[in-house]
Structures are given as C-alpha cells and as structure tokens.
C-alpha cells in the first residue's frame, strides 16, 4: 500500500484493474485502518476517473451476495447521497410510491454516513427487518411490487470499511459507487449524483449496459430533483435541462424540504408523506422524483401522466399499503 500511496499522491491514476485488485485487498482486510483512510482521502482531494470507478465497481460486483430474480422488469431509485442538503429521504419515499403504482422496484440502500439519516435509518426504524434472504424478498417483490436491499448483507467484502467511513462522516467514493453496485443489477435505473463530473462518469458506465436510466444532477448540487432549481438529467435520449415547470409546478425554496435534525423527524415525515398529510412541498418533490422514475419505464408516456399515477398512488393509500405489507411480510 505504501508505495500504491505514493503513486497517487503523485498525481497518477489507478488503471482498471489496479483499482479492483485494490478494493479487493482492502475489502480482505490486507491494508490497516490507516492505510485505508489515506487511500480513501485521495479522491477527496482530486475527481476520480472512469478507470478507477469502474474497476471499484467491479471489485464490488463480483464479491458481492449474489441474487437473481430472472428477467424481471425492474427499477432502483438509489442516489449517491453526499450532496449535503439535509433533504428528507426522497428516493425510498418515491420508490414505494412507484411500487403502489404499480411498477416493480428492487431499492438498493444503506445507513447514512454522510447525512443524519439514510433509507436503512428510516426503515429500520418504522419496523421493517433487512434481509438477504432471497424467498422473502421475492414474496416482497411479488405481493408489494418493492423490496429493499440493505448493502452491507450484500456487501459484506466492505465491512472493513465501514467503521472507517463513518469515523471520516464525509462522502467518499463509496457513494459514488452505491447506486452502481445493487446486487440484483435491475434493468431500469433512476439515481441522482452530487456533481456533473459524476454524472459523466455515471453516463459513460450506463452507456456501455443495456439499462434504461435516468441520471439526475440538480444544478444546486443536489442528488436528486428538487424543485429548488433546474436539473440536468442524462438519459439515453440525451442530456435535457428541466425546471419546476416540466412538471407543472412552481419552484420551492430548499427550507421547505429539509429532512429534519433527527432521525425520529425524517421517520414523522416519511409518514406523514406515505399517509397523504404531509405540507404540500414535500408531497411535490416525492411526485416529481416518482413521476421521472415511472417515466423512465416507458419515456412514451407524457411526464404529466406519469405524475397523475404517482399522485393516485399517494392518495389512494397504495403506496401506505405497500410499505405496511413489506413492514408485515419482512418480520
């Protein structure tokens, strides 16, 4: 490690494979806690290159918990997180809101490190047990179209790091990885990312998948769409600027969608958004998200009716019924 160290505080890049063989001895516990947090602060101090995300992603990939639930057409809504915002936990909230749609949702996810509470915080806390067991989580998928992966039970190659992340509480490039490395590996994708760089990064990645996806950068450097102002979002059709008004509503301020200083206020919000008696902005945001991930399905179907299925989805109480199923099924 020591003479890898020097290599990059040179300012040199790690080639694909050099990147992968090194998670990988990291992940064997090769390299002491102190290596590991030097090797991680490299790419604080400087954008990580294609090379080397891919060679992560990799190195994850293939030690990973495996599971394969066939051809089935699915989605993640899974951001890299990292953006600072304080928001409340949008992507889990509108993944359930896809699902009591009707569309099928395999939702990659972990505690939060960089941020008060992340999707793993909030459903562990309203009651909902992870698992990598595959029969529950296919009777998950079967009668409430969603299930939740929680990544340390798929990535157990990363438990060394983990303490370390944590120690550090700052993004790292293992947030980068997050959304890239679901352990089902879905055919449809919606993920936010916290800078453009990454989302280049991100789209040259998708590219060479056969995914349908959607990469979102919110010009104010948030992970996901905001309604604060414009985002950028990448999908195989191009690169499109989109403000409030592609949705037909009208720009936020980002006090109105703080996700609280507690995990008990992130968990009191999720509720009352589920429970359809959240404030308007909240609701808006889970809408917006839904919609372009409904919308990633089938880019046939108008962003408008896209919102009117996740809108009915939230005030029909389905998405309400689909996460106190999973909750009832999970324990």
């Avoid at 995990?263 to 998200?289: G, M, P, R, W, Y």
């Avoid at 372009?292 to 299925?309: L, R, Y």
Wanted: proline share 3%; net charge negative.
């Amino acid at each position: 490690m020591k003479d890898l160290l020097n290599y990059l505080f040179n300012h040199n890049d790690l080639e694909k494979e050099q990147a992968k063989q090194i998670l990988i001895e990291i992940s064997e516990g090769k390299h002491n806690e102190a290596q590991v947090a030097a090797f991680i602060s490299v790419f604080l101090m400087r954008n990580i290159s294609v090379e080397e995300l891919a060679g992560f992603r990799e190195a994850l990939l293939e030690l990973r918990v495996p599971l394969d639930f066939g051809n089935i057409d699915a989605i993640d809504l899974c951001g890299t997180g990292g953006d600072g915002k304080n928001t409340f936990n949008i992507s889990t909230l509108s993944s359930l809101v896809v699902a009591g749609a009707g569309y099928k949702v395999i939702k990659h996810g972990n505690y939060g490190v960089s941020s008060i509470c992340g999707s793993s915080n909030v459903l562990e806390s309203l009651g909902y047990i992870f698992t990598n067991k595959k029969d529950v989580l296919e009777e998950q998928l079967d009668k409430s179209n969603i299930c939740f992966l929680h990544a340390p039970l798929f990535h157990p190659a990363m438990k060394f790091v983990g303490p370390i992340r944590k120690s550090l509480g700052i993004k790292t490039f293992f947030n980068m990885l997050g959304p890239l490395v679901n352990p089902a590996q879905p055919n449809h994708q919606m993920t936010g990312v916290f800078s453009l760089h990454l989302q280049r990064l991100y789209q040259y990645l998708f590219e060479q998948s056969e995914k349908k996806y959607k990469i979102i950068y919110g010009l104010s450097g948030f992970d996901e769409i905001s309604l604060t102002d414009e985002a950028q979002v990448v999908s195989p059709d191009g690169v499109n600027i989109i403000s409030p008004e592609y949705f037909s509503t009208t720009e936020l301020k980002l006090a109105e969608i703080s996700g609280g200083d507690s995990i008990q206020e992130a968990c009191d919000i999720f509720i009352s958004i589920l429970k359809n008696k959240s404030t308007d902005a909240h609701k808006k945001v889970v809408l917006a998200n839904s919609a372009m991930a409904i919308h990633t399905f089938d880019t046939s179907v108008n962003i408008s009716d896209c919102w009117k299925q996740a809108e009915e989805s939230i005030e029909s109480g389905s998405a309400f019924e689909t996460f106190k199923n999973i909750v009832e099924i999970s324990s």
